[in-house]
Every structure is written in C-alpha cells, then in structure tokens.
C-alpha cells in the first residue's frame, strides 16, 4: 500500500487501506492509525461537510459527538465494491446519514447497485442506525464494560425505571450516573448493534426525549 501510494495528498488514501486491511469494529474509529486517527472517519466526514458548508456560505448545523464502540467488524469489503472512490463515496454516505430514512435509502441504493449486502456491510449499517436513534436522545456515548454494554448520559422517568428489567431482561439503570446498562445473550457479532439498538429503544419508550427530559 505505502509503495503504491507515494503521491503528495496520499495520506488520506493509504489511512483508508488501513482500514479496508484491518476492519473497524467501532465504526472507523480510535483504534485506527493515520490522520483519521485523531478524530475518527464519521467525525471526519462531518468536519469535511462542514468545511466545504463554510465555503460554500451555507449555514453550520451543528452535531453532537456519539461515540459508539462495540466489537464487532463493520466495513465496506474491497471484493465487494473493487473502486476506492465508490468506497470512500459510500463511507461518507453512511456515516453522514440524518435518520433511518435517508440511511435506508443509502442502503436499497448500495444493494441494487453492487448486489448483496456482505455481513460486513450490513453491521456497519446496524451500527450507523444504534448511532442515529442514540443521537435522537442526546446520548453521547455506547460502549462495553465486561458483559455489559453502558449506554450514556440518558435520563429515564420513574415510570420507565420501575418496569425497565421486564420490557429488557438483564437491563439497568442507575440514576447518579444517567447510564443505562444492556446484557446482551453474545457480546460481539453482527447482531449486537441492531440487538442494543432495540433493547435501547424499549428503555426508553416512544415518548422519550433527550437526557434530563421527563416526559
């Protein structure tokens, strides 16, 4: 790769081989080396969508950080979509998706267009969703600790609390801290982002709203 890349500007690209080689079990992110490093590639995308925003005179929305570490192999396959372009094109897709409408769209368009969705694919989708419906309530943060899966800060009414392990077996929640805390049956795996997901959004009830809320 480093051979075959010696261009000026090559940075970027040989930072993404990286990638494709080793995979990224938290969605492009911390563990990975080179200038995406320091930010992760969904933090990167957005500060590039931003910049080119800027100069363009468009206006800034501004997005809250979630960071969302599970392990689990989430990545685009080189043997599934051959050009670097097309890759890094459907990376930057996914990871600046706004809701599961648009991240669905991105989704029936990557099938139709380069054919069945390899495991790989369809967790980096899974985990792109967790992190969608996390940023809708203001959580920051989804990470493991042992057995558990700790999702936080969010805040969760008495109502919710009270008959939290019946609608999530094995759930927890502890109020000093606003985390919730998830057991899934397997730690790991292509069904661990849709499975926390879930059991996410059965916590905290249709009605819920971002940290502190308590309605």
């Known amino acids: 790769t ?9 940075g970027f690209r040989i930072a993404l081989r990286d990638l494709e080689i080793r995979g990224a079990g938290n969605l492009l992110g911390a563990e990975q080396h080179g200038h995406i490093a320091a930010v992760g590639f969904d933090t990167y995308c957005r500060l590039l969508q931003e910049a080119v925003s800027e100069m363009r005179g468009q206006p800034v929305q501004e997005e809250p950080e979630i960071r969302v570490e599970l392990p ?12 670097e372009a097309l890759r ?48 809708a309530l203001g959580i920051e943060e989804v990470s493991t600790f042992r057995s558990q899966v700790r999702i936080r800060p969010i805040g969760l009414p008495d109502t919710l609390r009270l008959g939290l392990e019946e609608r999530v077996p094995g759930a927890s929640y502890h109020v000093a801290t606003r985390t919730l805390n998830l057991k899934p049956p397997v730690m790991g795996g292509p069904d661990l982002p849709g499975w926390v997901e879930r059991g996410l959004l059965e916590a905290v009830g249709p009605d819920a709203g971002p940290p502190g809320s308590t309605g």
């Open 72 to 83: 689990v192999r989430a990545f685009l396959p080189v043997g599934w979509v051959g050009q």
């Open 2 to 10: 480093i051979s075959r890349f010696t261009e000026l500007g090559s």
């Open 88 to 135: 890094l094109e459907l990376y930057r897709r996914i990871s600046t998706a706004r809701d599961r409408a648009e991240l669905a769209e991105v989704r029936a368009e990557a099938e139709d267009r380069f054919g069945q969705l390899p495991e790989e694919v369809s967790t980096l989708f899974a985990v792109t969703s967790l992190r969608i419906s996390a940023g």
